[in-house]
């Protein structure tokens, strides 16, 4: 799942623009220094904190020492027990409120001799009975200890009372606690936080702001160079890119100008490469289209010359049927003819009002004779098949049609091409269907492509043809296929009404 998470966040980032990524890294870093150094000013605050405390709770053990001290010479520093321990008896309290804080005393048994506040004894804060490790302190040693109590945060420093003429000899303990509450201590936590929070904010403004013009500036001169990307192009002069620094950046440039010189000397490469293979495909296109309606015409004259030498009664007719088709397909040769020896694309479409059904029903009288393949129309009469298209280009992807169907039936099998026109809603649909070879399904998607055939001889170019025919009337060609069983195509155009 995590995994998950961490790649789609690195995908988002990827597609972001450069400029934003270094914008946001360098926000990150600023935000990531922000913390480190806001969590060790936390944790320093804390500890110089601490250490105020303490060094406090010294300077007033100390001034309660000079105290004591004084009065054991007022009273002839005298290290009796019993005098001692009447001497802090009585001057406790004394002694707690000149220094505002309070005192505890111990006898030389670690047992509690005298406390300025009783109270914190009764409470269980503190024990009547020192333990071994204060005991150990001797002379001018110090403990400090720190407890917790509840909501009370407690220093604590413990120092031997003694004379100054002898001072191994330890007279009694002295305590001083020293008390913070937790809400204290959080507020002066809070004060330093929000204090760290406001210079940090306006830091961060300030920051952020420098951070945008910086990614703004190290991006300008990349952004340059991606504009004039942008329009470079293999059809028009481009101008290099001048840029004064000797950086990374100039580097790119210099790498962008040279570019720009092999650019154009490719560009003059592949135009007269283009122009030739344009040349080469006009002239197998052309040729293709020439060839289709040759050997059907051909077929047409040899079948006129025999009527004619057998004398068939019917002959005038067959020459009339005939004779009339073929001139359609000589006047189509003509315009593609004209077209190539003027160096032009295939002839431009010359749109008007044609009937698909006569257009389809020449295209059949060309191959009425063809051998081994038996062709029927199926067409319903009531409709009226007006169409807006080229009459020409629509008459050669028809013969296309039909040549590839009679070309798909091997020699030792009887043809049979069964083609009909219906209207479907808005759409005349045709459909070719022969009984030939069938198409392998791994040539489906090639069945289209220029120069592709599955024929042994041809240039592949009339199916690609009559695809472009068709979509250029808004029209669409589609094919079903079985091996060894048969091959039906489609062709759906808009109608007028």
């Known amino acids: 799942m995590y995994y998950w998470h961490d790649y789609f966040g690195i995908m988002r980032m990827r597609n972001l623009s450069l400029r934003t990524r270094i914008y946001i890294s360098m926000i990150a870093l600023i935000l990531f220094s922000f913390l480190v150094t806001g969590g060790v000013a936390t944790y320093r605050f804390n500890k110089q904190n601490q250490e105020y405390h303490s060094n406090r709770l010294i300077r007033k053990e100390n001034t309660v020492v000079k105290t004591v001290n004084f009065l054991l010479e007022q009273n002839g520093n005298k290290d009796s027990a019993v005098h001692i321990n009447d001497l802090l008896t009585n001057h406790v309290m004394d002694i707690s409120a000149m220094n505002d804080l309070d005192i505890n005393f111990f006898n030389t048994d670690g047992k509690l001799l005298v406390s300025s506040h009783t109270n914190y004894f009764d409470q269980g804060i503190f024990v009547f009975q020192l333990d071994e490790e204060i005991m150990q302190i001797n002379g001018d040693e110090r403990l400090v200890k720190s407890y917790k109590a509840d909501t009370l945060s407690i220093l604590s420093t413990y120092r031997t009372i003694h004379t ?64 004039k990307l942008k329009v470079t192009s293999f059809e028009k002069t481009n101008n290099p890119i001048e840029w004064e620094s000797d950086d990374e950046i100039g580097q790119l440039v210099n790498e962008y100008n040279r570019m720009l010189s092999e650019l154009e000397s490719s560009a003059n490469k592949l135009a007269k490469t283009e122009r030739d293979a344009a040349w080469r495909e006009m002239a197998k296109q052309v040729a293709h289209e020439i060839k289709n309606p040759l050997t059907p015409m051909k077929l047409n004259l040899q079948y006129l010359q025999k009527s004619m030498d057998e004398k068939s009664p019917d002959w005038e ?61 199926n067409v319903d009469e009531s409709v009226n098949y007006d169409f807006n298209g080229d009459k020409d280009q629509i008459t050669r992807v028809f013969n296309n049609l039909i040549k590839n169907a009679i070309q798909s039936i091997p020699e030792e099998r009887n043809g049979v091409i069964d083609i009909e026109l219906i209207k479907k809603g808005f759409q005349f649909i045709i459909s070719f269907q022969d009984n030939g070879q069938g ?42 296929s079985e091996l060894n069983k048969g091959t039906t195509f489609f062709i759906s155009l808009p109608s007028k009404n």
């Open 439 to 480: 198409i392998p399904e791994e040539e489906f998607e090639k069945i289209f492509v220029p120069n592709f055939t599955t024929k042994s001889t041809g240039m592949g170019l009339g199916l690609a043809m009559v695809k472009k025919i068709v979509e250029n009337h808004n029209g669409k060609v589609w094919f079903n």
């Open 164 to 227: 100054k003429d002898n001072p191994s000899k330890t007279l009694a303990y002295m305590n001083i606690p020293y008390f913070q509450t937790d809400e204290n201590l959080q507020q002066d936590l809070n004060g330093f936080l929000k204090t760290l929070a406001q210079v940090y904010g306006l830091f961060f403004i300030l920051a952020a702001l420098f951070a945008y013009f910086i990614s703004n500036y190290i991006t300008k001169s990349l952004k340059t160079i991606t504009d």
């Open 317 to 377: 007719e067959k020459f009339k049927r005939s004779s009339a088709s073929l001139i359609e397909q000589i006047d189509t040769l003509s315009s593609i003819a004209s077209a190539f020896s003027n160096f032009a694309q295939m002839p431009k479409s010359r749109m008007g009002e044609i009937n698909i059904r006569e257009v389809l029903e020449n295209s059949l009288e060309l191959f009425t004779e063809s051998e081994n393949s038996k062709l029927s129309f």
